[in-house]
Nanobody, 120 residues
Framework: VQLVESGGGLVQPGGSLRLSCAAS????????MSWARQAPGKGLEWVSG???????YYADSVKGRFTISRDNAKNTVYLQMNSLEPEDTAVYYC???????????????WGQGTQVTVSS
């Protein structure tokens, strides 16, 4: 199993970024997927999840600003992040839930992480 994130970077407050996670080694279309993040000095925070049927869920802190989506033909999950705030600064991880319907964790596979920094 491999999860490879891309798309992080430095952005000004109010800006946007789109993260991508390319998955391989398992039946992606049957799996729920999530994004989680870890800010400096803080624990892991679940951000968003998407089920195999396309239903989506968000943490209150990002609801209305972030959008998760998936392309099963490309085995890829995305996180579109708009109206970014300095509080969104973190390493973002693409993760696969151990139990298919528990998008908030725990997780059995993680990507390497991609840094998102929101600063002026």
């Amino acid at each position: 199993v491999q999860l490879v994130e891309s798309g992080g970077g430095l952005v000004q407050p109010g800006g946007s970024l789109r993260l991508s996670c390319a998955a391989s080694g398992f039946t992606f279309s049957s799996s729920a997927m999530s994004w989680a993040r870890q800010a400096p000095g803080k624990g892991l925070e679940w951000v968003s999840g998407i089920y195999s049927d396309g239903s989506t869920y968000y943490a209150d802190s990002v609801k209305g600003r972030f959008t998760i989506s998936r392309d099963n033909a490309k085995n890829t999950v995305y996180l579109q992040m708009n109206s970014l705030e300095p509080e969104d600064t973190a390493v973002y991880y693409c993760v696969r839930p151990v139990v298919v319907d528990r998008i908030r964790g725990p997780y059995d596979y993680w990507g390497q992480g991609t840094q998102v920094t929101v600063s002026s």
